[in-house]
């Protein structure tokens, strides 16, 4: 069991992305083993009989950070992902910035705020950010790699915070890029992003307008939808609807879509 331990606190010191295998039913209940998403198992040993599939599975879970308990025959196994520490980079400092960076907070999110408006990126508006960068976007590009872990939020109306943001984040393997504005603003946007050679593909990946509608008004309300939508994105699942009404599982089980609700 320690050397589980270990290497369980090895993929968090690392910021690796991995997960733990219990068996909860069946003969072996209580063997348990600790996957490495990119090595296998590094620790810990499940039945032969199942030791494959699992591990199949696992990763699949791990891709989207989801947690589950999986039937292999008379076996179930509580596949548990241990995922690196997220990072949300917020470009504008508005009120709907102090919203979501409170919220996004709650949820384990780092955060690092930019905003070159000195009197908008304070302290005192985002006393828990992990880190207040006053200054344009290129300053928060020349210190944080970006990677599949990083998810970037466009809240300033101002084409100088959008025009160098953009190219940033085209090719770099991002998870979730969103842009404020209009259903207008955002064909503009496309607009420009195309006659400046952007393919359909790279422009899809922007989500604009940004968050899930569910009739916000208020900032803080905004914050809640793109929080929503980040979500969605962060586990590769979800339809957006209310699941009241709904009679399918809200988790889908081994062999079922990842979307399925």
Do not use: C
């Not at 620790?43 to 199949?56: F, N, R, T």
């Not at 508005?94 to 919203?99: D, K, L, R, Y």
């Not at 101002?158 to 160098?164: S, V």
């Amino acid at each position: 069991m320690s050397a589980v331990l270990d290497q369980v606190r090895q993929l968090s010191a690392e910021e690796r992305l991995g997960a733990v295998a219990t068996v909860v039913a069946g003969a072996d209940t209580g063997a348990k083993a600790v996957i490495d998403a990119e090595l296998g198992y590094v620790a810990g040993e499940l039945p032969s009989s199942i030791a494959d599939d699992v591990l199949a599975d696992a990763r699949g879970l791990m891709a989207n950070e989801q947690n589950r308990t999986l039937d292999y025959g008379p076996d179930s196994v509580f596949i548990e992902t241990v995922a690196p520490q997220p990072l949300l980079l917020i470009f504008g400092a508005g009120h709907i910035a102090q919203s979501l960076a409170t919220l996004a907070s709650e949820l384990g999110f780092r955060i690092i705020v930019a905003d070159a408006r000195k009197a908008w990126a304070t302290v005192e508006r985002f006393p828990n950010v992990d880190r207040l960068i006053v200054g344009w976007p290129d300053k928060v590009f020349d210190e944080v790699v970006l990677d599949g872990r990083t998810y970037v939020v466009l809240l300033s109306h101002d084409a100088r915070f959008e025009d160098p943001v953009l190219p940033a984040v085209r090719k770099a393997p991002v998870r979730y890029i969103g842009a404020l504005g209009s259903r207008r603003t955002s064909r503009t946007r496309a607009e420009r992003l195309r006659d400046a050679g952007w393919s359909e593909d790279e422009i899809s990946r922007i989500h604009a307008p940004i968050g899930i509608d569910i009739g916000a008004e208020q900032p803080s309300e905004v914050a809640v939808a793109i929080l929503a939508e980040m979500v969605r994105v962060r586990y590769g699942a979800g339809s957006g609807l209310s699941l009241r009404g709904v009679e399918t599982r809200i988790h889908p089980q081994r062999g079922e879509e990842p979307g399925t609700v």
